[in-house]
């Protein structure tokens, strides 16, 4: 599968933005968002304690 190449660069205030032409997409650096991070750490636990409580044998 063929991915798509980087058509076009523009600058964003002082940061760097790749625009996929084609798909509108622009890829850009950033940080994952506390709300996201929590979720994520949320369904870990979750599935830890799942794992224990209902799989384990007892």
Do not use: F
């Not at 850009?28 to 799989?55: A, F, H, K, Q, T």
């Amino acid at each position: 599968m063929d991915e798509p190449k980087q058509e076009k660069k523009m600058e964003e205030g002082s940061e760097k933005a790749y625009l996929y032409r084609h798909a509108g997409i622009r890829e850009r650096e950033g940080g994952i968002p506390l709300w996201l991070m929590l979720v994520c750490i949320g369904l870990i636990v979750w599935s830890v304690y799942y794992m224990i409580r209902y799989w384990s044998e007892g």
